[in-house]
T-cell receptor, first 113, second 114 residues
Framework: GESVGLHLPTLSVQEGDNSIINCAYS??????FIWYKQESGKGPQFIID?????DKRQGQRVTVLLNKTVKHLSLQIAATQPGDSAVYFC????????????FGTGTKLQVIP | GAVVSQHPSWVICKSGTSVKIECRSL??????MFWYRQFPKQSLMLMAT?????????EQGVEKDKFLINHASLTLSTLTVTSAHPEDSSFYIC??????????FGPGTRLTVT
């Protein structure tokens, strides 16, 4: 059954526009941050990651920005496509190589054709 | 790339029965596997961490006697939901960590308890 709780915020973007998805984290000891994409009925899919000693990292059509001062993470998707429609989660991992991945609240991205 | 599979992908069971979900790392060894639960429109919540050959570590609020975890080999972990109730209906996702510390997620198992 569904627990009473938060519903995912939704971001609607026109196809071809850029998308910016934001995430706030609380653990200042987190050393490693990851963005995941989850399509309906599927497991999370790795998109891009960034270590705490960096403030920006770019991939193919995606950029992650990290602001440790305000504990804020963002994912930018360039030229958003219908296939980008999904729920996006930021996640964090503590210092040390073998910490578990902890997920933040997600954002649903809807791409309008 | 590293692949994690889950079986079954979906299951329907009657209230009071038990159901087992398998998680396998297909092309790598995983000394540690994680089990997450996700309710509709919510995030993934870690239930437990399972280490091969030892007892699982459960997160606060997760009943270890209800969610039995067995990690008998380096490629297989199982989650058994005992005496399932409708409120246990959820999407269960496993994750396996390789020897480099990278964590890979399975496709999830949809459990519906009627």
């Amino acid at each position: 059954g569904e627990s009473v709780g938060l519903h995912l915020p939704t971001l609607s973007v026109q196809e071809g526009d850029n998308s910016i998805i934001n995430c706030a984290y609380s653990n200042s000891a987190s050393d490693y941050f990851i963005w995941y994409k989850q399509e309906s009925g599927k497991g999370p899919q790795f998109i891009i990651d960034i270590r705490s000693n960096m403030d920006k990292r770019q991939g193919q059509r995606v950029t992650v920005l990290l602001n440790k001062t305000v504990k804020h993470l963002s994912l930018q998707i360039a030229a958003t496509q219908p296939g980008d429609s999904a729920v996006y989660f930021c996640a964090e991992k503590g210092s040390g190589g073998y910490q578990k991945v902890t997920f933040g609240t997600g954002t649903k991205l809807q791409v309008i054709p | 790339g590293a692949v994690v599979s889950q079986h079954p992908s979906w299951v329907i069971c009657k209230s009071g029965t038990s159901v087992k979900i398998e998680c396998r790392s297909l092309d790598f060894q995983a000394t540690t596997m994680f089990w997450y639960r996700q309710f509709p429109k919510q995030s993934l919540m870690l239930m437990a961490t399972s280490n091969e050959g030892s007892k699982a570590t459960y997160e606060q609020g997760v009943e270890k006697d209800k969610f039995l975890i067995n990690h008998a080999s380096l490629t297989l972990s199982t989650l058994t939901v005992t005496s399932a109730h409708p409120e246990d209906s959820s999407f269960y996702i496993c994750s396996a960590r390789d020897t480099h510390g990278e964590q890979y997620f399975g496709p999830g198992t949809r459990l519906t308890v009627t």
